[in-house]
């Protein structure tokens, strides 16, 4: 080997100093031990050589050669070393040879025997280490049974829970398996199934607690309305009974009568004459709660299932939602709710049952349903209810069921207030109901008015007795010394309608009054909107009663007197209804914002229309009786009595102006002046009739007998009152028209015309030229040989002198 690698020696590099060639020398090295260290990486080193510098290939190479002839030389030192040591060994194993092979045979028969001895042993080795090895997998066997038990033990506990429907508890019982159980032997197949198999039961449960909400959902739609049944009448107890207090507080030291607002009498002591029993027997029942009537458990299951799943959010949310839907569809009223309290109350019960439960899960719950979320729900529903409210009250025409209404949104209100809920734009609606409630009442009164009027029979009351008096008297206040001093039996002067219009306004003020119970409005208020009401009763209802009763053609003119006595006592009343109004609410009259009632001008403005109407009926009446006037116009002579139509309006107005003596004394005088000159001026219009074209000198003699029965008749003071012959002065047209053809003193008429002191002052000449054309043409028909006599040819001369100076002078009015 040294001769194969035997090289000349390198020389020495030019130009080379000392130290540069030990730096050099020793680099080689370093590369040289890290090439000879079998644990580095070569590729490094070969690249750090190549990439040193210029030739260092070659030198490498040079150096390598030096190297490994200096190993070769070491090893060739080496193995001269220990050449005699090896020959000798070699020498000595070749002498154990012989002796190795008889200890082998030696050994090998040693061994058989061994064998053949231990063969038994070793079986019954084999058998103990067999059970050896079967008590130590039966020892792991029992360990791992033991690690397992439990959880096999969990996961039949969570299918007990799950089968009796314990779903919470059954998360619970997941939780522990996954966290704590399944762990320990997770390398097992049926803990791995386990495994996998938990997130699908935990669907399940999520499904089911799902559907249970939904059935939950689906009961509380169904029993709201029991729940709010059962709230509002515990609220309504709780209302009556704060009441019942407070009358029996105020009953020490107030004593008035006062109208009862359930429609009974107070009696002096203040006790109710009525009561009813009943509210004691409802105070003793048990007081239920909405926990009491609906199963809460489904939405706590589900909330803390829900929870436990770290779903919470979409639980709230899906509950939220479904139960807004809900509110929506609890708000929805039916089409024909107005008709009954009942519609009324069923939808009242539902909206109240709906916020009692969801309060009740504001309260039992933290966060499922918050405050926000309740109290957005409620402004949504309370502009909901009032909109049905207002058009579906609007149709109501039953002030009755208007009040119930009022009483079931007093209660409803009241209900929800005790839950925390605002309801004061209610108690705003219901001053809106309140006027629909008044005008439902005021239609209802109109009819009562009316049928009283219609049964009225239009006469003074009659009392026989005492009792009877009494009786009228404690019905209407009625003082009248002169009448009380009489005898019985007497007549009080007003029909028995008047007592009748009183007590209904009573019960009109009564029936208003039982609207502002429990409105939480003060006394004054109370007496303001009852005096309001009042006053629309009577300025309206009333009056618009009066005034067709005062129009109908049936009434006459022993009714129409009647009337003007009634309204005159019924004005009369009107202070005693403000004394009542002022019992009922304690309010002053002298109170500075006090409404006054308006009954004076209303029944002033029924007498008013009632004298207008007496003096048109008269006028009518005196009419009918012209109508029947049957002149003979063409006739000769008078018949030297007055006419039987003229007598028998003369006898008419005789009777009719006896029964004008209950009237007040204007009234009558202004009645019988109007007859008189509606009878003058009618008289007169038949004179001058543009039909009737002749009139005889005996038909103005017939016709001037009948002026002076109407002359009697006036001065015979039908009327008591006239001073002088005012009466007469009616007639005064007629008789100096009459006056001047009987007398025929036309050289006077026309000498003194248009003197004030003029006999015939009040004759006009165009009056008097139609009556006289009228003469002049019967003249010339009746008289066909006038011409022929001399007094008659003078006559007609006359008059044709006379006429053509009257149309002078009507010519001389006109121009």
């Not at 002498?95 to 008889?102: G, Q, S």
């Not at 705003?428 to 009164?445: A, G, I, S």
């Not at 030297?640 to 005789?654: E, T």
């Amino acid at each position: 080997m040294a001769s194969n690698r035997v090289h000349a020696a390198l020389p020495d590099p030019p130009n080379q100093s000392e130290e540069e060639h030990k730096a050099e020398q020793k680099a080689f090295e370093n590369f040289f031990a890290e090439l000879e260290s079998v644990d580095l990486p070569l590729g490094t080193t070969l690249r750090s050589i190549y990439d040193d510098q210029p030739n260092a290939h070659k030198r490498f190479m040079e150096k390598l050669d030096a190297r490994i002839r200096n190993h070769d030389r070491e090893i060739e030192k080496m193995c001269n070393f220990h050449h005699q040591g090896f020959v000798d060994a070699i020498t000595e194993l070749l002498k154990v040879r012989a002796d190795a092979e008889k200890l082998m045979g030696q050994v090998t028969d040693t061994n058989r025997r061994l064998q053949e001895a231990g063969r038994e042993v070793t079986a019954q080795t084999e058998e103990v280490i067999r059970c050896r090895i079967q008590q130590r997998n039966m020892a792991t066997t029992v360990e791992k049974l033991q690690l397992c038990i439990p959880v096999l033990e969990m996961y039949s506990k969570l299918k007990e829970q799950l089968e009796s429907k314990r779903y919470y508890a059954a998360l619970k019982t997941m939780e522990q398996l996954e966290k704590v159980y399944i762990p320990r032997v997770s390398q097992y197949r049926f803990c791995q199934i386990m495994a996998e198999n938990l997130p699908r039961l935990r669907e399940e449960i999520k499904e089911i607690s799902m559907s249970d909400l939904k059935d939950f959902l689906e009961s509380i739609r169904k029993h709201s309305d029991k729940v709010g049944e059962t709230a509002m009448r515990q609220a309504q107890q709780h209302r009556t009974f704060n009441s019942a207090v407070a009358k029996q507080a105020s009953m020490g030291h107030y004593t008035k009568p006062v109208y009862s607002l359930n429609g009974r009498t107070h009696t002096p002591n203040g006790q109710l004459m009525d009561d009813d029993t009943g509210d004691e027997e409802e105070a003793d029942e048990e007081i239920l709660t909405a926990q009491d009537l609906v199963d809460f458990s489904p939405v706590y299951r589900c909330l803390h299932i829900y929870t436990v799943l770290g779903d919470r959010e979409t639980f709230e949310n899906y509950y939220r939602k479904q139960r807004k839907k809900q509110a929506r569809l609890v708000l929805q009223p039916q089409a024909n709710m107005h008709e009954t309290v009942e519609g009324y109350r069923k939808y009242f019960n539902q909206i109240v049952g709906f916020f009692v439960v969801e309060d009740h899960i504001l309260h039992a719950t933290r966060g499922l349903v918050t405050r926000a979320f309740t109290d957005e729900l409620w402004n949504m529903a309370l502009s909901k209810i009032i909109a049905v409210l207002r058009t579906h009250s609007s149709y109501c025409d039953d002030p009755d069921l208007v009040l119930e209404l009022k009483n079931l949104i007093v209660i409803f209100a009241d209900t929800l207030q005790g839950y925390g809920f605002p309801v004061n734009r209610l108690f705003d609606l219901l001053f809106e109901v309140r006027d629909q409630y008044n005008e439902t009442l005021l239609k209802k009164w109109a009819l009562v008015f009316r049928e009283i009027f219609e049964l009225d029979n239009y006469s003074p009351i009659p009392v026989d007795t005492e009792e009877e008096y009494k009786l009228v008297v404690s019905r209407f206040p009625f003082h009248d010394a002169e009448i009380e001093k009489q005898d019985f039996p007497k007549k009080l002067p007003m029909s028995q309608s008047v007592p009748q219009i009183y007590t209904q306004v009573k019960e009109f003020i009564y029936a208003s009054l039982k609207f502002s119970e429990s409105l939480h409005r003060s006394s004054t208020e109370i007496d303001d909107m009852l005096r309001k009401s009042t006053n629309l009763l009577l300025t309206r209802t009333l009056s618009s009663c009066l005034q067709n009763l005062i129009k109908k053609p049936h009434i006459g003119l022993t009714e129409l007197v009647q009337i003007i006595i009634n309204t005159t006592h019924l004005e009369q009343a009107c202070r005693y209804l403000e004394e009542f109004i002022t019992n009922i609410t304690n309010v002053s009259p002298e109170t500075v914002h006090t409404t006054r009632l308006y009954g004076l001008s209303t029944f002033k403005d029924a007498r008013h229309a009632a004298e207008g109407e007496i003096y048109t009926k008269l006028n009518q009446k005196i009419d009918e009786f012209i109508q029947l006037a049957d002149y003979e116009w063409g006739m000769a002579e008078s018949d030297g009595r007055a006419s039987g139509y003229l007598m028998d309006l003369i006898n008419f107005l005789r009777s009719t102006f006896q029964v004008f003596t209950h009237l007040p004394g204007k009234v009558a005088q202004t009645a019988c002046m109007s007859a008189c000159k509606h009878l003058s001026t009618s008289l007169m219009q038949m004179l001058l009739d543009t039909e009737l074209k002749q009139i005889s000198m005996g038909a103005i003699q017939q016709f001037n007998l009948d002026v002076i029965q109407c002359e009697l008749f006036a001065s015979s003071e039908p009327v008591p009152g006239f001073q002088g012959d005012t009466l007469q002065l009616a007639f005064i047209d007629l008789r100096q028209l009459l006056d001047l053809f009987m007398v025929w003193d036309w050289s006077t008429y026309l000498a003194d015309y248009g003197q004030p002191t003029s006999k015939y002052l009040r004759v006009n000449p165009a009056t008097a030229l139609a009556l006289l054309e009228k003469m002049k043409d019967t003249s010339k028909k009746n008289n066909i040989f006038s011409q022929f006599r001399k007094n008659d040819r003078d006559k007609q001369k006359l008059i044709e002198t006379v006429v053509k100076q009257l149309r002078s002078l009507v010519n001389g009015m006109s121009s």
